[in-house]
């Protein structure tokens, strides 16, 4: 047992099993921390939810206006300062196997911090688990099973600037350093800011003087403005949420590219726009004719549809690598809609099929509620069904889902609910708090009041993962930081050096 904290008191509600307060005697005890108890029914584990401060010198608000000064001078008001702290009764270990707490301890039961290990076991940490960080208040890694972190799908929710790429990052990182014993996944990241491009940099001098890691060989970055996706393959759903169509024209364009598909499977090989253009030229009907080139040439402009997938973005997805889609250079929010659609759905049906054709992956997707939105109708929202059903089936099939997000709020329900893990780090807004009260099975009142007055790179897990909801301090990241992590101060002194440097260069010309 480890240090010696306080006394379990009698009050109206406890102790009983699911409520226990202890008057603090000794050291210092803070929300958040892990306590137990050893008594007839074995060792109780106790998560602190809150801790209060009294002192009977100072309950009535009259005397201490009247006496005011003077009561510390003649009353002894230090020594009756009570620490008193609430804690929830998590499990009882008994015989080494954990049990639902169903009977209390007595008043004046002994209370201790709680032993590393017992933590360990409760919170299911694994030695060779994925390193998220520490436990604040004592001194555990949180090491978490990989199965039971992603397998059921994974959320990170926080306000911006809170910490989820960061986060992420040190996902990505445990992620690629496993060994092929422990069991490797591909992972695939939308990443709609560039923000994890910096994988793929190789560091100076391997990063021998930084410390960092160095991920580029792990990693492959692809243009995502420069990918083209084979139009056999696009149906006529994912092309109607790129460029209106009405119904005559979706029956016209589907009859062409039923055709065409016909033609290649009888051997006339994959087709593109060109193909579509000419066969909008065999139609006899004026109208819809000038109609559908008009529609040809909108598609054309959005420059993403090929013969054949280029690159091969499955072909990229192996055990223990990442690779990142940069969305950060297309413009078109249609166009990163049917890109992270198309792929997703292909990711998925790769892993689903007989042939199994990629290893088990996680599929990162960052500004989950652009892809993924709550409400939104479904043409607009092309992405939503694909990712869905990744949601809700995945876990069969070995294909995992994070969603990232700072709305929660405009999240698809659907998918929330299917994430049996939230990672949250600081949230403010009280209608996504409340939306993560309701989506997150687990997660009591306490841990939500909590959740708003986090730091930046403290967390919250709750769910599957572990054992109780947990706060937790991010570990350091060991790959390099994004490109794009400038602040505003360092962007306005970049930009006057270069102004300078550039007027320099004139005058020494002129
Ligand atoms: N655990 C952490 N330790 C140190 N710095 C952090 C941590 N988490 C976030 N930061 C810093 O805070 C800033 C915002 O983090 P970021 O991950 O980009 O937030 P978000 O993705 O939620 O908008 C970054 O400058 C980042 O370096
Ligand atoms: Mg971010």
Same mark, same amino acid.
């Given at each position: 047992?480890?240090?010696?904290?306080?006394?379990?008191?009698?009050? %109206?509600?406890?102790?009983?099993?699911?409520?226990?307060?202890?008057?603090?005697?000794?050291?210092?005890?803070?929300?958040?921390? &892990?306590?137990?108890?050893?008594?007839?029914?074995?060792?109780?584990?106790?998560?602190?939810?809150?801790?209060?401060?009294?002192?009977?010198?100072?309950?009535?608000?009259?005397?201490?206006?009247?006496?005011?000064?003077?009561?510390?001078?003649?009353?002894?008001?230090?020594?009756?300062?009570?620490?008193?702290?609430?804690?929830?009764?998590?499990?009882?270990?008994?015989?080494?196997?954990?049990?639902?707490?169903?009977?209390?301890?007595?008043?004046?039961?002994?209370?201790?911090?709680?032993?590393?290990?017992?933590?360990?076991?409760?919170? /299911?940490?694994?030695?060779?688990?994925?390193?998220?960080?520490?436990?604040?208040?004592?001194?555990?890694?949180?090491?978490?099973?990989?199965?039971?972190?992603?397998?059921?799908?994974?959320?990170?929710?926080?306000?911006?600037?809170?910490?989820?790429?960061?986060?992420?990052?040190?996902?990505?990182?445990?992620? @690629?350093?496993?060994?092929?014993?422990?069991?490797?996944?591909?992972?695939?990241?939308?990443?709609?800011?560039?923000?994890?491009?910096?994988?793929?940099?190789?560091?100076? +001098?391997?990063?021998?003087?930084?410390?960092?890691?160095? &991920?580029?060989?792990?990693?492959?970055?692809?243009?995502?403005?420069?990918?083209?996706?084979?139009?056999?393959?696009?149906?006529?759903?994912?092309?109607?949420?790129?460029?209106?169509?009405?119904?005559?024209?979706?029956?016209?364009?589907?009859?062409?590219?039923?055709?065409?598909?016909?033609?290649?499977?009888?051997?006339?090989?994959?087709?593109?726009?060109?193909?579509?253009?000419?066969?909008?030229?065999? %139609?006899?009907?004026?109208?819809?004719?000038?109609?559908?080139?008009?529609?040809?040439?909108?598609?054309?402009?959005?420059?993403? $549809?090929?013969?054949?997938?280029?690159?091969?973005?499955?072909?990229?997805?192996?055990?223990?690598? @990442?690779?990142?889609?940069?969305?950060?250079?297309? %413009?078109?929010?249609?166009?990163?809609?049917?890109?992270?659609?198309?792929? /997703?759905?292909?990711? $998925?049906? #790769?892993?689903?099929? &007989?042939?199994?054709?990629?290893?088990?992956?996680?599929?990162?997707?960052?500004?989950?509620?652009?892809?993924?939105?709550?409400?939104?109708?479904?043409?607009?929202?092309?992405?939503?069904?694909?990712?869905?059903?990744?949601?809700?089936?995945?876990?069969?099939?070995?294909?995992?889902?994070?969603?990232?997000?700072?709305?929660?709020?405009?999240?698809?329900?659907?998918?929330?609910?299917?994430?049996?893990?939230?990672?949250?780090?600081?949230?403010? +807004?009280?209608?996504? @708090?409340?939306?993560?009260?309701?989506?997150? #099975?687990?997660?009591?009142?306490?841990?939500?009041?909590?959740?708003?007055?986090?730091?930046?790179?403290?967390?919250?897990?709750?769910?599957?993962?572990?054992?109780?909801?947990?706060? $937790?301090?991010?570990?350091?990241?060991? /790959?390099?930081?994004?490109?794009?992590?400038?602040?505003?101060?360092?962007?306005?002194?970049? $930009?006057?050096?270069?102004?300078?440097?550039?007027?320099?260069?004139?005058?020494?010309?002129?």
């Amino acid at each position: 047992m480890c240090e010696h904290l306080g006394t379990v008191v009698s009050t %109206i509600e406890g102790p009983s099993p699911s409520k226990i307060s202890f008057v603090v005697n000794n050291g210092k005890v803070h929300k958040g921390m &892990f306590v137990e108890i050893d008594y007839s029914e074995g060792v109780m584990m106790l998560l602190v939810e809150d801790v209060v401060k009294t002192n009977r010198y100072f309950e009535r608000p009259d005397s201490v206006k009247v006496i005011g000064e003077e009561l510390e001078k003649n009353f002894p008001c230090a020594d009756w300062e009570f620490l008193v702290a609430n804690a929830k009764p998590l499990g009882v270990f008994f015989n080494g196997v954990i049990q639902r707490a169903t009977f209390p301890p007595s008043p004046g039961a002994k209370v201790f911090c709680a032993d590393n290990k017992r933590i360990k076991k409760f919170l /299911s940490v694994q030695e060779d688990g994925l390193n998220l960080g520490r436990l604040q208040f004592h001194d555990v890694e949180l090491k978490l099973n990989l199965s039971k972190l992603l397998q059921k799908h994974l959320s990170v929710i926080a306000t911006s600037g809170a910490g989820k790429s960061y986060c992420v990052s040190v996902l990505l990182e445990e992620l @690629l350093s496993r060994k092929k014993e422990q069991g490797q996944i591909g992972v695939v990241v939308f990443d709609t800011h560039g923000e994890y491009t910096c994988f793929g940099d190789p560091l100076v +001098n391997n990063g021998e003087l930084s410390g960092l890691v160095d &991920f580029s060989s792990r990693t492959k970055v692809i243009d995502g403005s420069k990918i083209k996706i084979a139009l056999s393959k696009v149906s006529v759903h994912m092309i109607s949420s790129m460029v209106e169509l009405t119904p005559n024209q979706k029956r016209a364009l589907g009859r062409i590219l039923n055709k065409l598909r016909e033609e290649m499977r009888s051997g006339s090989g994959p087709f593109d726009l060109i193909d579509v253009k000419n066969e909008v030229n065999n %139609i006899d009907n004026e109208k819809t004719q000038s109609s559908l080139f008009g529609i040809v040439s909108d598609l054309e402009e959005l420059n993403i $549809f090929g013969k054949i997938d280029e690159p091969s973005i499955i072909d990229f997805v192996k055990p223990g690598k @990442l690779v990142v889609i940069d969305l950060n250079l297309i %413009i078109s929010e249609k166009k990163k809609q049917v890109l992270v659609a198309y792929l /997703s759905d292909k990711l $998925f049906k #790769e892993r689903r099929g &007989f042939g199994k054709k990629i290893p088990p992956f996680a599929l990162f997707v960052e500004e989950a509620h652009n892809f993924i939105p709550e409400g939104t109708a479904s043409e607009h929202a092309v992405a939503r069904s694909y990712l869905r059903t990744i949601a809700r089936e995945g876990r069969k099939f070995g294909a995992s889902l994070v969603v990232i997000s700072q709305r929660p709020k405009r999240l698809d329900t659907t998918t929330l609910a299917n994430c049996n893990t939230n990672l949250i780090l600081r949230v403010t +807004n009280p209608y996504d @708090l409340d939306h993560i009260a309701q989506s997150c #099975e687990g997660l009591d009142r306490a841990s939500i009041n909590s959740i708003s007055s986090l730091r930046v790179g403290e967390a919250l897990i709750v769910g599957e993962a572990v054992g109780a909801p947990t706060f $937790f301090k991010v570990r350091k990241r060991t /790959s390099q930081p994004s490109r794009h992590e400038t602040t505003l101060e360092e962007s306005a002194k970049e $930009f006057v050096a270069r102004e300078e440097q550039l007027n320099d260069d004139v005058n020494t010309f002129l």
